[in-house]
């Protein structure tokens, strides 16, 4: 690539061209929120949800910052904000390397059967369609919902979606 605004380009694109659904915020490249199902066969499965991307100027040598909009129990995740530490992602993870939710790390190494039902409570109560919907307006006076791109991620793909 000759450069960072063309790699943005040719990822968003390949990202449009997925089985996601990619809606850009203000016409450009660099802000968009991306709909993604759980994973099948996951405790997820069933679940729908709406992640907020901002492509920094010097992507791909900079993170991206990436919020979840409607809520998740995940230890990687904010619970409040949504916020995605991304190099945390990246790497190989477990639930006492610096969980962003603290008690669904706890609960997820203490108690697996009830981590495994809060979070299909939260995708029966948060992550079905009407829940983007609903979020829409919030989402758009809130800058909150992203992390801050303190984090470092993997040039080779946007971090932190299912695969579809």
């Known amino acids: ?6 790699r943005r380009e040719m990822d968003v694109m390949k990202l449009m061209m997925s089985d996601y659904t990619v809606e850009t915020i203000n016409d450009g490249l ?3 929120n991306v709909e993604f199902h759980g994973p ?3 405790i997820y499965e069933g679940g729908l949800w709406k992640v907020r991307v901002e492509l920094p100027d010097a992507y791909p040598y900079k993170s991206p910052s990436i919020g979840f ?9 904010d619970e409040l904000s949504g916020s995605v530490c991304l190099d945390v992602i990246n790497q190989s993870w477990s639930p006492m390397f610096d969980p962003l939710n603290g008690d669904a790390a706890s609960l997820m190494m203490k108690d697996k059967n009830m981590y495994e ?3 299909k409570e939260y995708c029966e109560r948060y992550a079905k369609k009407e829940d983007l919907n609903n979020k829409a307006v919030e989402e758009e006076t809130d800058d909150d919902d992203v992390s801050d791109g303190q984090c470092t991620s993997s040039e080779d793909e946007i971090p932190g979606l ?3």
């Not at 690539?1 to 063309?6: A, C, G, I, V």
């Not at 909009?69 to 995740?77: R, T």
């Open 40 to 42: 099948k066969e996951s």
């Open 69 to 77: 909009v409607n809520k998740i129990f995940h230890p990687n995740v």
């Open 1 to 6: 690539m000759s450069s960072p605004s063309k």
């Open 117 to 119: 039902q809060k979070v």
């Open 162 to 164: 299912a695969d579809p």
């Open 30 to 32: 660099n802000e968009f």
